[in-house]
Nanobody
Framework: QVQLVESGGGLVQAGGSLRLSCAAS????????MGWFRQTPGKERELLAA????????QYADSVKGRFTISRENAKNTVYLQMNSLKPEDTAVYYC????????????????WGQGTQVTVSS
């Protein structure tokens, strides 16, 4: 079992930055692939960024490529999402998720989810 808790969301002006954190419980965090997703009402959940168990492989959605960076510190059981050049269309609830297989780019393969944190970008 892994429990995930996101933090770092909030209100920011367009062009600003936020760093989201996802703290995981359990001693096996370093085995999990991790992903950041977002969802807005009426839309499907979108995978923004994924990182493998070692941190050596990452992948980004086109919508955030070049603006967002995913990273992890296994010693701290934490994964991060650095978000720069934020736009109003980035407004959403952001979720982190963990995948036992160590790497996944499909939300259906993620096993554990956090409760989400709201990010609001004002114009």
């Amino acid at each position: 079992q892994v429990q995930l808790v996101e933090s770092g969301g909030g209100l920011v002006q367009a062009g600003g930055s936020l760093r989201l954190s996802c703290a995981a419980s359990g001693r096996t965090f370093s085995r999990y692939g991790m992903g950041w997703f977002r969802q807005t009402p009426g839309k499907e959940r979108e995978l923004l960024a994924a990182i493998d168990w070692s941190g050596g492989r990452t992948q980004y959605a086109d919508s955030v490529k070049g603006r967002f960076t995913i990273s992890r510190e296994n010693a701290k059981n934490t994964v991060y999402l650095q978000m720069n050049s934020l736009k109003p269309e980035d407004t959403a609830v952001y979720y982190c998720a963990a995948d036992w297989a160590g790497w996944s780019t499909s939300e259906y393969q993620y096993d554990y989810w956090g409760q989400g944190t709201q990010v609001t970008v004002s114009s």
